[in-house]
């Protein structure tokens, strides 16, 4: 049975997405980049040497390869000061998450359209973490670079926010303005994918009402499907069930049970920065 079966409601099928780009919610004064240097940021990996690929990756998808030994993380410790980089390969092989304490920084989009209703995506199944699990809109990390780094007001995650959703979703970035995104908290998490592989983040939560033209990348995203209040609660409902092999990333389901039904409030009454907590870092 396809993934689609899983739910009982219309599948927004790839491509097929089509919404003006009108609506605009809640605003962050945009500063221009800031002065910081390269060599003003910490210069080193933490952890030296990538990691070579064993005889277990010989048939990893050739883009999430590329990914996972091009991309540096953010190495973060759990106050989420930088204190280091290193390949998304190495911050996500268990065997460091356990015996380093690897902690990266990430980022998870909360997407709402002008009827308030959330746009998920299913993982595609070349994702060498947590292939073909739902989760929200665009889940991802800011990069070792400088635009990324930028600690005011979070505007280094945003900026990599607004860079992932044109990757993954295709969503321009006039769709998405930095200024529009919402940060409303972190959290920090482990999570085991398989036996090799999991997550250690520390997650900046991030909100953003906006209509826009999603052209899904079937590298990264098998399927995307906006749901309402009450479709979500049926899908956490069936997941827990089990119905049909349905599966919510873990980082998803740590939001939906401790934050998303009163956040979503503040969405559709236009009170989102009343909500706003960045000093505290959730430990779940």
């Known amino acids: 049975m396809s993934a689609s079966s899983l739910f009982n409601l219309p599948l927004i099928r790839l ?3 089509a919404l003006s780009s009108s609506f605009s919610s809640f605003r962050f004064a945009h500063r ?4 910081i240097s390269p060599r003003k940021l910490p210069n080193f ?7 070579m690929t064993d005889t277990k990756d010989a048939g990893m998808d050739a883009v999430q390869r590329r990914l996972m030994f091009e991309d ?3 190495l973060v410790d759990e106050t989420d000061r930088v204190v280091g980089h290193d390949s998304k390969y190495n911050c996500h092989l268990m065997e460091n998450i356990e015996a380093k304490n690897l902690l990266h920084r990430a980022f998870s989009v909360f997407l709402f359209n002008s009827k308030y209703e959330l746009l998920l995506q299913q993982r595609s199944n070349t994702k060498v973490t947590f292939p073909l699990v739902w989760t929200n809109t665009c889940c991802s990390h800011p990069l070792y670079r400088e635009s990324e780094l930028i600690q005011d007001n979070a505007l280094g995650v ?6 992932k959703l044109l ?8 769709d998405v303005p930095v200024d529009e995104f919402t940060p409303l908290g972190r959290m ?3 999570a085991p994918s398989d036996g090799k592989w999991g997550e250690h983040e520390l997650d900046y939560l991030l909100f953003i009402v906006r209509d826009v033209k999603v052209q899904p990348n079937p590298d990264e995203v098998a399927e995307i499907k906006y749901v309402s209040r009450e479709e979500l609660k049926e899908l956490v409902k069936k997941a827990d069930a089990g119905e049909e092999g349905l599966k919510l990333s ?12 009163k956040w979503w409030d503040h969405v559709e009454k236009g009170t989102l920065v009343e909500a706003i907590d960045m000093k505290t870092i959730h430990k779940l």
Do not use: H
């Open 45 to 51: 990996r933490a952890f030296s040497g990538t990691a």
């Open 32 to 35: 221009p980049l800031s002065s």
């Open 250 to 261: 873990p980082w998803f389901r740590l939001v939906v049970d401790n934050f998303l039904m």
């Open 167 to 174: 990757d993954e979703l295709g969503i321009v970035a006039e």
């Open 188 to 190: 920090l998490y482990k």
């Open 15 to 17: 491509r097929s997405l």
């Open 158 to 163: 945003r900026n990599a926010a607004q860079r």
């Open 72 to 74: 540096e993380c953010i």
